[in-house]
């Protein structure tokens, strides 16, 4: 499968290696040209996007000399967000956490202002798609899920409709030659809940949407879409070891307003990875099973644009667009 195998080389050849930099080498805060500084999300309280700006906030202010906050800006699968961060000043105020959704929801609907409108600024982390289900329910692994679609069909949830997430779900159903109907949210804190009530046979998301209910064991991961199984959790299998050759990534960064200065970029490519280096940053993102992925705002704007290329083509393929 095309995307499959671009992403993967994309993900591999362009995210540098390693972290090198330690917390403790920077003792005084960088200097900022804006003292308040908002981070959009088009998810849901919860979501994936909304968990990963909260925590990376909350470090940020260790590091650079300004006051972060967390705007949820919902609807039209990402449009309002990409639409609120584009019309934005580009003086470094107001940024978009980039993931594939921008990308998708640029090629499938065609909004007003799309992927292209943003300047991509740095990427952060490289985070895992699994699919869960809840602790009490029939499903003991993914074969399990896909047995019961063949019989009775069932329901899948995933994020909104233009989410590597629904991607996933479709790529799954192919692969799998069956067809539950898929249900999408505009965050993964609802899916959490319609798969925990029975509504859902599963959900497609990431860790940090279930760590609580997983944790409280009311929750089960039945397989990652990972090229190779999850550090934190060697016993889930990946999809391709469950018999369905389907393997995503799905990256997490930020993008900002087109013409963003140098003395913007220069300040977030020092503190992205001075927080990649924070010791107690560093265990809450292993706990939530993301992968640091920094990718400096040179090399960013390049990697975007690769992974729209190549998405778009897989859609082309399938049909998804002309």
Same mark, same amino acid.
């Given at each position: 499968m095309k995307i499959k195998t671009s992403l993967l080389v994309l993900l591999a050849g362009t995210f540098i290696g390693g972290i090198s930099l330690s917390a403790s080498a920077f003792a005084d805060k960088l200097a900022y040209p804006q003292k308040v500084v908002t981070l959009v999300t088009h998810s849901s309280p919860g979501g994936g996007s909304d968990v990963f700006l909260r925590e990376l906030s909350k470090? &940020?202010?260790?590091?650079?000399?300004?006051?972060?906050?967390?705007?949820?800006?919902?609807?039209?699968?990402?449009?309002?967000?990409?639409?609120r961060?584009?019309?934005a000043p580009p003086d470094g105020s107001v940024f978009y956490a980039t993931t594939p959704t921008y990308v998708y929801t640029s090629l499938l609907s065609k909004p007003p202002k799309t992927y292209k409108d943003l300047e991509p600024l740095v990427n952060v982390f490289a985070d895992s798609e699994v699919i869960f289900t809840r602790a009490d329910g029939p499903f003991k692994t993914l074969q399990d899920v896909i047995d019961h679609a063949k019989k009775? #069909?069932?329901?899948?949830g995933a994020a909104n409709p233009a989410s590597l997430e629904?991607?996933?779900?479709?790529?799954?159903? #192919?692969?799998?030659?069956v067809t539950p109907a898929i249900v999408?949210?505009?965050?993964?804190?609802?899916?959490? &809940?319609?798969?925990?009530n029975g509504t859902l046979d599963i959900g497609i998301g990431?860790?940090?949407?279930? #760590?609580?209910?997983?944790?409280?064991?009311?929750?089960?991961?039945?397989?990652?879409?990972?090229?190779?199984?999850?550090?934190?959790?060697p016993d889930v299998p990946t999809v391709k070891e469950s018999g369905f050759n389907v393997e995503?990534?799905?990256?997490?960064?930020?993008?900002?307003?087109?013409?963003?200065?140098?003395?913007?970029?220069?300040?977030?490519?020092?503190?992205?990875?001075?927080?990649?280096?924070?010791?107690?940053?560093?265990?809450?993102?292993?706990?939530?099973v993301l992968v640091p992925k920094f990718i400096p705002h040179k090399d960013?704007?390049?990697?975007?644009?690769?992974?729209?290329?190549?998405?778009?083509?897989?859609?082309?393929?399938?049909g998804a667009i002309k």
């Open positions: 470090y &940020l202010g260790k590091y650079v000399d300004a006051t972060f906050i967390v705007e949820n800006v919902q609807g039209g699968s990402g449009a309002k967000a990409v639409a961060t584009a019309s009775e #069909r069932g329901k899948w629904r991607q996933a779900a479709e790529q799954l159903k #192919r692969a799998a030659g999408t949210h505009e965050g993964g804190g609802d899916m959490m &809940l319609n798969v925990m990431e860790i940090a949407e279930i #760590r609580s209910q997983l944790d409280a064991g009311k929750l089960r991961v039945l397989a990652t879409f990972n090229p190779e199984r999850l550090t934190e959790k995503l990534v799905k990256f997490r960064g930020l993008a900002g307003p087109k013409g963003l200065p140098d003395n913007v970029t220069n300040v977030w490519d020092q503190a992205i990875q001075q927080v990649l280096a924070d010791p107690d940053y560093k265990k809450t993102y292993t706990e939530e960013y704007p390049a990697f975007v644009n690769n992974f729209a290329d190549t998405t778009e083509s897989f859609l082309k393929e399938t």
